[in-house]
């Protein structure tokens, strides 16, 4: 006699099912998270100051002009980026 293997539960799960989205929470995903976006913007602010600075020294520049400006663009550049990201991980 054969027997009837469908009516079995199979505790097994779905290998093709996509893992969920939203990433676990953890005690520290927060402070992780908090403290990559300041050392996001820590290197954007500091790479356009570096190029302003790298710029007005190829062109010998009395007053540093170019580094005031390209370190603002990354201060307002940085900024933006981590309200951008804020909004997003928004419910």
């Known amino acids: 006699m054969r027997k009837n293997n469908r ?12 893992p969920p989205d939203e990433p676990e ?19 954007i602010i500091g ?5 302003g600075y790298r710029i007005d020294k190829a062109a010998h520049h009395s007053i540093q002009w170019v580094t005031c400006i390209l370190s603002l ?9 981590v309200i951008a990201s804020l909004k997003k991980d928004r419910p």
Do not use: C, H, R, W
Not at 7 to 15: A, E, L, Q, S, Y
């Open 7 to 18: 009516n079995k539960k199979t505790t097994d799960p779905d290998p093709y099912k996509s």
């Open 25 to 43: 929470e953890s005690p520290g995903y927060g402070y992780a998270k908090y403290s990559g976006l300041g050392i996001q913007m820590l290197v």
């Open 47 to 51: 790479a356009f100051a570096y190029g």
């Open 73 to 81: 663009a990354g201060v307002f550049i940085a900024i933006y980026l």
